[in-house]
C-alpha cells in the first residue's frame, strides 16, 4: 500500500432516522425519514497502515468487493442489469477504496444505506442525479422518486435479504422523505418536534447492536396469523398515519397523543424488538407521559426513539434512570 488515504470527490452521505414507519410500510403504511448529519459516511482509497482504524479500512474494502460480486450478477442477469459499472468497481477495489464511516452498524441509522447512496452516486450508469447545486425541483418527478427507491430497494437486499428502499433513498437526497400509499413519494420540510414548538425528539443507545434480517422475518411471520394482521390494520398503521400527518401539520397535541398508542401498541405486540433492559424504561414513560419511546428502525437494539413535550423534565427522569440521551435537530 501507499502512503495516504486519497480523497476521490466523493460527497459524503448521512446517516437517516426512520421517524415512523418502521414494519408498517411493508403494509402500505406512510413512512417518513429524516437525515441525521451525526453520523455520516463517503467512499475513499485507503493507501495508509497509519490509518487510525487500518483494520475497519480493510474489512470495508473486503465486503465492497463481496457486495461487488453480487452487484455484478445482478447487474447481468436482475433487475439492476445494465445499471452499473461494475468493471470500474472493481478496478477502485483493487485500488484500496472503502468506505470511510462512523455510523455504528446495527443501530437504525443506515449504516447499509448510505454505502448504497455512494456505490450508486459513483458506479451508476444513467445516475439520476441529486446534488443541492442542481435544485431540489428536480427531484419532484414522482417517477423518478419511483425509480430511486426501486433500485435503492434491490440495492439494499443484499444486506437484509428485503428492503423498502427508504433508508439509502432518504441518504442519497439528504432530505426528509415522506412516503405515503400506493407508492407516493415527496420531500417535504418538518418543524412538529423541533423544540421551538415545544417538542423534541432523542435517541437513547441500548448498547447493542440490532440484527434486522431476522426481525424482519419475524414480523413477516407474525403478520401471517390474522389475529396479529388485524391489530396492524386496525392500530398500528393509523397510528403511524397519525404520527405523520400531526408532525407534518404541527399539531403536538395530537402527536403525542398518537404517540402513545403506538408506543402501547409497539411495547405489548412488538416485544421481541425490544431489549428486554430498556421494557421497564418504556413503561415509565407511558405510566408519566414525560416521554413515549417507540422503536428506531427494527430494534433489537441499537437506539430507540424518544418524543417528549418537556426534554429538560424527560432528561431528568432519564437521567435519574442511568441513561444518556442525543438530541436529534429535526431539520
Known sequence: MGDKITDIGSPMFYSKILLFGEYS??????????????????????NSISYPDHDFAVRSNSMLRKYCSWLEIANREGQL???????EFNRDIEAGIFLDSNIPQ?????????????VYDRYANHRIDFHPSAGYDKLQDLDKLREL???????ESWFHGTSSGLDPLNCYLRRPVLVEPHEKISLVVISGMDGANGGEIFLIDTGGAGKTGPLVRLFIEKA???????LVENI???SVNNCIGSMLNTDLNALMSHLKRLSEFQLIHMKEMIPSDFTGLWETGLGTDDF????????GGGYLLGFTENFEKADTVLSQCGVDVI???NK
Open 236 to 238: 398500528m398503521i393509523p
Open 149 to 155: 427507491k426501486k433500485i435503492f430497494a434491490l440495492m
Open 81 to 87: 442489469a445494465g445499471n452499473f459499472d461494475t468493471d
Open 106 to 118: 446495527g443501530y437504525g441509522l443506515g449504516s447499509s444505506g448510505t454505502l448504497c447512496a455512494a
Open 224 to 230: 401471517g396469523k390474522q389475529g396479529f394482521m388485524e
Open 25 to 46: 410500510v411493508i403494509f402500505d403504511s406512510m413512512a417518513l425519514s429524516v437525515p441525521f448529519i451525526r453520523f455520516n459516511a463517503g467512499l475513499r482509497f485507503f
Open 327 to 329: 438530541r436529534v435537530p
Open 292 to 299: 413515549y419511546l417507540k422503536l428506531c428502525g427494527s430494534g
